[in-house]
């Protein structure tokens, strides 16, 4: 039986990789839709990029929402275009989407699908910041209970930040989001940068997904030799962090990830550490355990499965 899922997401090169890995994957996934929110890009490209990924794997089916523009709390929108260029998706040249947005704002489309749904139908995969599932929560607290689980990639603990010195990306942008999220009681299961560090684009594993003669492989190892350039400058290692897709890779191969289940909570109020995940993995306080935070990984066998599912799409 077919996990179904939503996707929540800001694309962004990684973020395209998850989704494309999830649509080469029928037999195990079921995309039933994509929503967007702003974060590596603003909300009006984090849009256009995923009718875009949709149209790459021959999958213009698939209704793409339009979330928020921005963070709950009234501050501005943190993006990353200097990771990910201006469009979000720089590499390839993919062409202007020719599927339509659908009109409704895409936390609304939340609340209305997992109302319609029977409880734990739905698993929301979500890549980016957290405001659209905090919204919903906020706006329907019902919704809650009915979502089997979340599956988010966020937070660092031993790797600590990305975007400041103490947040990963996609938390800092949403804090308050993502305080709310985590406090929801809805089974999570996070990929923090802990497990994303590990998996690294490898000389030899862009070389492998090049090999691959499918437009979407091509499309993909594009991504990711331009979004790879900022991190090998940054850190200096063999290759750089692939993050998203392990959300997508979890739900296919759970076997290929290791945690524990902790307590996780989000700062929210101070200047120097806003959007940090404390997370308590020695267990040294009596909080309760509410996220299973990943930290090891088999990253040789990510890179074999998301080279052999790209090969699946043309």
Known sequence: MTRRVIFDTDPGQDDAIAILLALASPEEITVEAIVTVGGNVPVSLT?????????????????????????????????????????GLNGPDLPEPQMPLQPQHGVDFLIDQLRAEKPGAITLCVLGPMTNI???????????????????????????????????????????AAAIVLASGIPIVMM??????????????????????????????????FSEKFDLEKYGSDGAPLHDPCVTAYLLRPELFQGRHINVEIETA??????????????????????????????QGFYDLLTQRLARLT
Request: glycine share 8%.
């Open 192 to 225: 923090p940068l802990d497990v994303t560090h590990r998996v690294l684009t490898t000389p030899a594993r862009l070389d492998a997904i090049r090999a691959v003669p499918t437009k979407a492989a091509q499309a993909a190892a594009a991504m990711l030799g």
């Open 270 to 299: 101070s200047p120097l550490t806003l959007g940090m995940t404390v997370a308590d993995y020695w267990g040294v306080t009596d909080r309760k355990p509410n996220a299973l935070f990943m930290r090891e990984v088999d990253a």
């Open 134 to 176: 905090a919204m919903a929560l906020v706006k329907a607290p019902d919704i809650g209970p009915r979502i089997r689980e979340i599956v988010l990639m966020g937070g660092a603990y031993f790797e600590v930040g990305n975007i400041t010195p103490t947040a990963e990306f996609n938390v800092y942008v949403d804090p308050s």
């Open 47 to 87: 849009a256009k990029n995923a009718r875009k990924i949709c149209e790459l794997a021959g999958r213009p089916d698939i209704p793409v929402y339009a979330g928020c523009a921005g963070p709950m709390a009234a501050r501005p929108l943190v993006t990353a275009e200097h990771v990910h260029g201006a469009t």
